[in-house]
């Protein structure tokens, strides 16, 4: 167990939907990295968050958004799904801000039909 | 660019043999991160490194970076290291990881 928390485990939805993704960072952790991992691309990185504030940016569309509330824990929201956007999300916490070690949460499965 | 290249894709392997995962990563990436991604999808933090070689049980990375090349070797594999092995990059100035394609490793009994 990472300590990194993620809610839903799985997510199915329709096209046009709006989800939300929700992770706990491990107790101390101040930077959250949100990951998408689908079977055409890989593991790829979204967005991070450190202490509430978006620190870097990677392949994230529109349509999706994230934020850090005071307590540290992130939501990623999703809108107007298609059904390329059914994957794998994960996020992953560490203690400063890059380039140390992460521990990812057990992911959430998202489908979109 | 960042980018992150693993070899090979699959590797089939049976119970006690030797094992060497290999990534080579383009100029940018300062630190090397190995990841195991067990069967239903949970991924694990193997090993972060910037330079020389870390080992945890019967795990052991490497790094070099004058060639710009780490390896994951697994000593006396079981059938219970089958899982996929991800390499990922991490840029500075990018402030972000760049992943490997894979392993999906397969240890027979």
């Known amino acids: 167990d990472s300590g990194v928390t993620q809610t839903p485990k799985h997510l199915i939805t329709a096209t046009g939907q709006r989800v939300t993704l929700r992770c706990s960072p491990r107790?101390?952790?101040?930077?959250v990295y949100w990951y998408q991992q689908s079977l055409d691309q890989g593991l790829q990185f979204l967005i991070q968050y450190y202490n509430g504030e978006e620190r870097a940016k990677g392949n994230i569309l529109e349509r999706f958004s994230a934020q850090q509330f005071p307590d540290l824990h992130s939501e990623l929201n999703l809108s107007s799904l298609e059904l390329g956007d059914s994957a794998l999300y994960f996020c992953?916490?560490?203690?400063?801000?890059?380039?140390?070690?992460?521990?990812f949460g057990p992911g959430t499965r998202l489908t979109v039909l | 660019k960042n980018e992150v290249e693993q070899s090979p894709q699959n590797l089939t392997a049976q119970e006690g043999e030797f094992i060497t995962i290999n990534c080579s990563y383009s100029v940018g990436i300062s630190a090397l991160h190995w990841l195991q991604q067990h069967p239903g999808g949970g991924i694990v933090s193997l090993f972060m490194?910037?330079?020389g070689k870390k080992k945890h049980g019967r795990l052991i990375a490497t790094i070099n970076i004058q060639e710009k090349h780490s390896s994951l070797h697994i000593t006396a594999s079981h059938p219970r290291d089958s899982a996929v092995y991800i390499c990922?990059?991490?840029?500075?100035?990018?402030?972000?990881?760049?992943f490997g394609s894979g392993t999906q490793l397969t240890v027979l009994p």
């Open positions: 490194l910037s330079s």
């Open positions: 107790s101390g952790d101040l930077s």
């Open positions: 990922a990059g991490f840029s500075g100035s990018a402030r972000q990881l760049t």
């Open positions: 992953a916490s560490s203690v400063p801000a890059g380039g140390n070690e992460q521990f």
